[in-house]
């Protein structure tokens, strides 16, 4: 049954993007690199206003919490460092995020590790390696936690942009197909 469905599935995309094909032109191209480029040369000035103007802001988001992001992970960074006697840059990426994680809700590392022997869990840190955290107090921990929070919303908001800049240009694509018929 699947296959059947995958089957006209690809057929009905097939067709749609044969109809597509024959309903583009250049504007649509240019409408597609650059959101209300094909619009402007469509003489449709209000509307490549508007696609312009959205492309400027989701860029300006796009950098802002790009920007944002890099200047939080630095600061969590150097946070720690300085509060919980930790070099985060030694760690590598793949261990950095669960590590991170744990140090927002852990004092210190042999407190989680405790933690971690009880619930007989085999995600423990070892003693000698370059993972050791002790918090100075409770405070900076939990500033470290919502250094780490805010990085994380900034990387969503990141990955939104991302999608809404694509999303914009196949508005505008679909615009000029629309205005040319």
Known sequence: MKIKFYIFFLFMLSLCYTQLLQNTDINSIKSLAIPGWGELSLNEKQRSKVFFIAESALWFSYLTSYYSNNRYIDNYTSFASHHAGVNLNNISDNQL??????????????????????????????????????????????????????????????????SALIINRLISFFDIIYLNN
């Open 97 to 162: 995020s669960l590590l991170i994680v744990h140090m927002s809700q852990y004092d210190n590392m042999g407190l989680y590790n405790e933690t971690m022997d009880r619930q007989h869990s085999q995600s423990e840190y070892p003693d000698n390696s370059g993972y050791n955290w002790d918090w100075d107090n409770d405070t900076n921990r939990n500033t470290f936690n919502d250094l780490r929070i805010k990085s994380s919303k900034m990387k969503k908001i990141n990955s939104f942009t991302i």
